[in-house]
């Protein structure tokens, strides 16, 4: 008798738990503000006079262009982040498929030594879809074609920890054209080295 109470309550402490979980927030729904044409003050940097990147623009409100930090060269660096050279690092997936065609088997077991012999070296592998399809199926369709590009490189080697897979679906086209041509480009997997 315990035992079947005991069941019943964790049953209805599950139940509630998932419903309180649920949310009625639609994200198709959710407003998208462009914040690429707002002018900010620069209040932070003013009277920075020795600040290579921010020189000259000392209350500048006006001019958004002119407050862009500049990037800084450390010698060696940008040669740690090119990683492979002569290989790309772009997989290209067929529509609705997460699977690695043949052409690209070489490209992920070129990458695949290049990690495995520089274990010290991370990867972010990111999926990316066409835009046809709704929010939440093109982000599981980028995720889907990240991990298995991860998984095969798994497979051939490479560690877990060195390997991290997202998914940005239609967020981040390659091309924003809306012909089958821009759609292929569009359907991939980037490999970025960190």
């Known amino acids: 008798m315990k035992r079947i109470f005991l069941s019943i309550a964790s049953t209805m402490a599950l139940s509630l738990a998932v419903i309180s979980c649920g949310s009625n927030v639609k994200l198709d729904d959710?407003?998208?503000?462009?914040?690429?044409?707002?002018?900010?003050?620069?209040?932070?940097?003013?009277?920075?006079?020795?600040?290579?990147?921010?020189?000259?623009?000392?209350?500048n409100t006006g001019d958004v262009s002119a407050r862009v930090v500049a990037p800084i060269?450390?010698?060696?660096?940008?040669?740690l982040a090119t990683g492979l050279a002569g290989v790309t690092k772009v997989i290209y997936f067929d529509y609705d498929s997460f699977a690695?065609?043949?052409?690209?088997?070489?490209?992920?077991e070129a990458h695949a030594r290049y990690f495995a012999a520089n274990s010290s070296r991370k990867l972010a592998v990111e999926g990316h879809t066409d835009e046809r399809g709704g929010r939440e199926y093109n982000l599981a369709l980028g995720q889907?074609?990240?991990?298995?590009?991860r998984r095969a490189l798994g497979?051939?080697?490479?560690?877990?920890a060195?390997?991290?897979?997202?998914?940005?679906?239609?967020?981040?086209?390659?091309?924003?054209?809306?012909?089958?041509?821009?759609?292929a480009k569009n359907r991939r997997a980037e490999m970025n080295y960190r």
């Open 73 to 79: 060269e450390i010698a060696g660096l940008n040669s």
């Open 144 to 149: 889907k074609r990240a991990e298995a590009v």
């Open 162 to 183: 060195q390997v991290e897979a997202v998914s940005f679906g239609k967020e981040k086209p390659a091309d924003t054209g809306s012909d089958e041509a821009a759609f």
């Open 100 to 108: 690695i065609k043949p052409e690209f088997q070489g490209v992920v």
């Open 30 to 59: 959710v407003p998208v503000e462009n914040r690429t044409a707002t002018a900010v003050g620069n209040q932070g940097n003013q009277g920075n006079q020795g600040n290579q990147g921010n020189q000259g623009n000392q209350g």
């Open 155 to 160: 497979l051939l080697g490479v560690t877990d």
